[in-house]
């Protein structure tokens, strides 16, 4: 069965330094990963996607992950972050004999110090 | 513009009470799915649907059932609400592996 884990239930960044969400996966074949964002009392946006083609996947707003099979990792970056960047980011996995249904981490709230 | 509708945005219930939340979606999406999303928890899978009259139980389906009448209407239904069922509830739909589409969620809480 797949499940995914993030590493940190809470971030904390200065704007302008770097973001890193950690994110560990287990699937028994190859899965599709995605990460999603939750801004406060909004619903949820897909940032990305990885569905094995390129390895490292852009997404929106600078945002990029980057797929990693030998560590089971997809951990999502970004070079400079802004204060717009705090929400709720969640890590999500899914699996084509899960029927695609997607398991959701336990998510990562980052926090943006001006 | 893509639209998933929760029936309600919030909601309060008594312990005991049947509850039905409703979900629709106008994509012509095969695939449906309820989640309850918790503090510290994540969102965790509580039913989904391929199409109708077809359900699969998620992670958690003990205390609910679903029912899929309909390819657009996707309904979670909470038989005899318990207090350990007050959470955020989400409905979401998809085609095939691409991205989920979600409504804005209804908070349930049940006194």
């Not at chain 1, 990693?68 to 709720?88: G, R, V």
Request: glycine share 8%.
């Amino acid at each position: 069965a797949q499940s995914v884990t993030q590493l940190d239930s809470h971030v904390s960044v200065s704007e302008g330094t770097p973001v890193l969400l950690r994110c560990n996966y287990s699937s028994s074949y190859s899965p599709s990963l995605f990460w999603y964002v939750q801004h406060p009392n909004k619903g949820l946006q897909l940032l990305l996607k990885y569905t094995s083609a390129a390895t490292l996947v852009k997404g929106i707003n600078g945002f990029e992950a980057e797929f990693k099979k030998s560590e089971t990792s997809f951990h999502l970056t970004k070079p400079s972050a802004h204060m717009s960047d705090a929400a709720e980011y969640f890590c999500v996995v899914s699996d084509a004999l899960g029927g695609g249904k997607l398991i959701f981490g336990q998510g990562t709230e980052l926090s943006v110090k001006p | 513009d893509v639209k998933v509708t929760q029936s309600s945005r919030y909601l309060v219930k008594r312990t005991g009470e049947k509850v039905f939340l409703e979900c629709v979606q106008d994509m012509d999406h095969e695939n449906m799915f309820w989640y309850r999303q918790d503090p510290g928890l994540g969102l965790r899978l509580i039913y989904f649907s391929y199409d109708v009259k077809m359900k699969e139980k998620g992670d958690i389906p003990e205390g609910y059932s679903v029912s899929r009448e309909k390819k657009e209407r996707f309904s979670l239904i909470l038989e005899s609400a318990s207090t350990n069922q007050t959470s955020m509830y989400l409905c979401a739909h998809r085609e095939g592996n691409e991205k989920l589409f979600f409504g804005s969620g209804t908070q349930l809480s049940v006194l």
